[in-house]
């Protein structure tokens, strides 16, 4: 029996009515199917999408449904990850696609070596007009090859999960998976695993399609929502400072983690002063957490007097809540 060379994994819940476009644009100028398996992950969905993953997989055999109990994003990746027969495993969301002949295109650049972490190009589209808002870049010139941590010391901030292909037994070895406690999952994963890629490499084309639906995850603007993704920043910036602390092994980690971990915490206050919705009691709370998990203030770091001056005053909770309140009643 021949193995699957890439294992797609796709997390659904409540996508019935996108679910089919996804799975359809994977299917478009495919390769040997013989070589990829698609595994739909429903994560307790509660419309038709669990019945539309079983009608899919009777139409086609590399198909195959895991059912199981809400566990969120996080959750249903990790299941793929341990249900995964392929070598490589490639993340997409269910209510996004893929270009045509991804498969082919990824399988073909495959018989060139092995990776870790194969990038690709990623689209950021809002609507279906055919056109698209943004196209992600790739961080090395394509074809080359180099580690993670080069990447990231060249100022490399990887974000999305789904615009790459990775390596299972890499994933497996060192005890990398998706961290249930996330809210921003991609980030905290992908900032962990090119810390320990040895082997990552792109190819310079268009992949995926970041479908933007309106009320998602990550799109909804609701004050609630707002304060989930303000409140995630802290639980990405505390993972990525227990990550170096567990890998004493990696000179310079331990610094990188750290400036990435500040990074999180002044976007969460940026985002603070941005948004004059959020109660003095939420800002209040936040800063308490913050201050709880070691956070804040934060270490300053060498930077531009300028960055070290606004470091400074924001290190302050009382002069930070005092120009938060001035910013409110400037509007």
Known sequence: MILPRISVIIP?????????????????SVCDPDRFEILLIDDGSTDDSLAVAIALSENYPQLRVIAQANQGLSGARNTGIDSAKGEYLWFVDSDDY????????????LTSGWFDILQFRMALRADDDGGYDSVSEIPLP??????GWQLLSKGY???SACSALYRRSFLLSHGLRFNPCAYREDVEFTG?????????????RMLYYYYCRPGSITTGCSLV??????????TTARSFRDFAASRSDHPGLDRYMLWRS??????MMLSILGDPR???AAVRRLLAQARAQSLYPMPLLVGSIKNRLMWGCFNFDTLFLLIFKYKRYRR
């Open 262 to 267: 500040n990074m999180l915490v002044m976007n």
């Open 192 to 204: 962990r695993v090119f810390c320990l890629a040895r082997r990552v490499s792109a190819i310079d």
């Open 142 to 147: 394509a074809a080359e090859v180099t580690t």
């Open 12 to 28: 659904v819940y409540n996508t019935g009515s996108l679910l089919t476009r996804c799975v359809e644009s994977l299917f478009v």
């Open 278 to 280: 959020v109660p003095v």
């Open 157 to 159: 901030l990887p974000s």
């Open 225 to 234: 929502n707002r304060l989930r993704l303000l409140g995630a920043e802290l």
């Open 98 to 109: 893929v270009a045509p002949g991804s498969l082919s295109v990824l399988t073909d650049y």
